[in-house]
């Protein structure tokens, strides 16, 4: 794949007739009055520091697919300037992984007006919602999100034909790892890794068994409800969310180990959101659980391992959570294991395409911004790139292949060096 999108590069920005406002309905009143000061805040700011940090800007090249332009067209659509169907395509580019935030120079500030200049992912979020509400939301997006409501999980083995992937197999994965159902904590798997890349959940799990961590799995797990929300289909995912909750409480859960980002994320952000002061669980993240396992000594790690690796840091751990400097503790943990690192503010630019549903409506997208991240690390010359998300390692593992360097997850490793054979589907 070239290194720029010749389509998007010739794509003019849109233009409109300004000489007749448009009229706002009520759905739309209602969403620029809600993020009127979000909006009016970033415009009025002038600065585009966050430009160059959005992975999807660095391919496209478009001034529409901008953080600055998601915000510059709520003010637009107050004015009457645009409609929403004018804009509807802009908000699919967007992975939401945070970059813009955590560069606007505005975070140097404190107090809710510089805090409202800073929240693009959940404007984005927030438009995205406003198109389903329309009947504007994108053909991909519906397909995934009708099949992930009459399957309860994602369909992330396809969306054609009878995929072997439903309720029936959402503990395949475990198959003689005698893991009980309930407890006081459970491990919520993701469907990615659940149906996909099973690998990661068994070395999870026997990571866990192996330092006596004492977990269980849900009764009904559904999936997490957060992909839906990223794509805008709120209603389906608090419904998801209420079913997870529910199980939970049934099963006398109070701790639950997020071993994703996007579902960690989703579990501290999105359902105390849904449930305010009902949602009293404990949520921990698995890179924080098993830096601290080591830490303690209760993992040890003692076979070495011979990869020059480096890590990429994925946006929701990183940049949405400030979880930095568990995994690298991990990675230098290990024997053997020679660790080249960058630079803290490198961190915040890299990104896989792989979050948000970019990969689901744009995959072209995704696939050009994760050979970026792969030629990156190429350039630091290492033979593995170790990723601690399994939604990231997908269009990482496409781009390794053609760079040749290996993708691994960082779970998988640790569980190598403690000398755990894992077992389970590494790669599609």
Known sequence: ??????????????TVDLGTPQILGEVEQAFVEKWHENATGCF???????????????????????????????????????????????YVHCTQCGGCEVRCPNTLMVGDFYRARTETVKVVRAMRAMLVDKGLDREGWKVW???????????????????????????????????????????????EAAYYRTSIPRATAQILQLAGYEFGLMNEQWCCGGPAAEMGYVEQSMRFARHNVDDWRKSGVKRIIAIEPHDYVHFTEDYPAYFGDDFDFEVVQIIDLVAE??????????????????????????????????????????????????DRVTQWSYCSGGGGGLPIEKPEITAEISRRRLEKAAELEVDTLVSACVWSERPLTAAGDEAGIDVKDIIELVAESAGIEIGGRTRP
């Not at 794949?1 to 849109?14: C, R």
């Not at 840091?313 to 960058?342: M, Q, S, W, Y």
Request: with cysteine; net charge negative.
């Open 44 to 90: 009025s700011s002038g600065h585009k520091f966050c430009r160059e940090v959005c992975p999807v800007t660095q391919v496209t090249r478009n001034e529409n697919h901008t953080p600055t332009a998601f915000h510059a067209n709520v003010i637009a659509l107050e004015k009457g300037h645009l409609t929403v169907e004018d804009v509807a395509d802009d």
């Open 145 to 191: 999100n009708r099949l992930t409501n009459e399957l309860k999980n994602e369909p992330v083995l396809g969306v054609e034909g009878d995929q072997p992937n439903g309720q029936a197999q959402v503990r395949d994965w475990a198959e003689g790892l005698d893991i009980p159902i309930g407890g006081d904590t459970i491990m919520f798997v993701d469907c």
């Open 293 to 342: 396992l080591i830490r303690d000594g209760r993992l040890k790690l003692t076979k070495p391992i011979d990869r020059v690796v480096t890590y990429h840091d994925p946006c929701r751990l990183n940049k949405r959570k400030g979880i930095h400097e568990a995994p690298r503790e991990i990675l230098r943990a290990i024997p053997g294991l020679t660790f080249k690192d960058v």
């Open 1 to 14: 794949m070239s290194n720029t999108h010749e389509h998007d590069e010739a794509t003019p920005p849109t």
